[in-house]
């Protein structure tokens, strides 16, 4: 068996698993996954919402629109390319519940923990070139900072596992949220996008290079 082939079966089982993890006992099952991928860029979200598990796959509502909507004028990838070639993990996979207020339950610091484990798994299996961590919660799993203007529109040199990566955080598509929407974000925003189109490993998707895995 080749070594990709090898690679593929364990993200095969890896995403098997993960799918019947029902470890958070105020989390809302089922898991939601991307579906095993085998891509060296990863997209990390934070957690599904009411409507994610429903549909089975992550970003499927009206945030998923967005996001797919910045892949499209940036990197002229559809939402099909960028589902059938990214990785898609998050910080928790599955849907918190609400609030009373009626928003999403921000998942617990003993949920983010115990759900760390498949992404560090994740990180060790596909040895990403490229994260792009999506929301605040998710941009705090790898970096400390306080405002988004810190970071959005940056590149990162990180290590994690042993693995050394380039991370290019995004802000949360959600409507929910503004800041993307005006100054600075709207800028920094698209700086960060032109980022991601530039990087080696979504160059490489766009078939501008031999793709590698
Ligand atoms: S949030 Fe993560 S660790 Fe918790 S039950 Fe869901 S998949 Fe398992």
Redesign the pocket.
Known sequence: MSFSSRRQQLLDQHVAH?LQ????AH?L?P?VSGGPILSKIMLVGQAPGAREPVLGQPFAWTAGRTLFGWFEEFCHLSEMQVRSQIYFAAV???FPGKTAAGGDRVPAPD?IQ??SM?MNDEIDLLQPRLVIPVGKLAIAQFLAFEKLDEVVGRSFRLRRNRRAFDLIPLPHPSGASPWHRIPPGIGLLRRAMRLIARHPAVQNLCGKKPREI
Do not use: A, G, K, S
Request: some cysteine; glycine content about 0%; hydrophobic content about 20%.
């Open positions: 993960l993890c029902r470890r958070c989390m099952p898991p928790c996979r599955c949920e115990n759900c498949w």
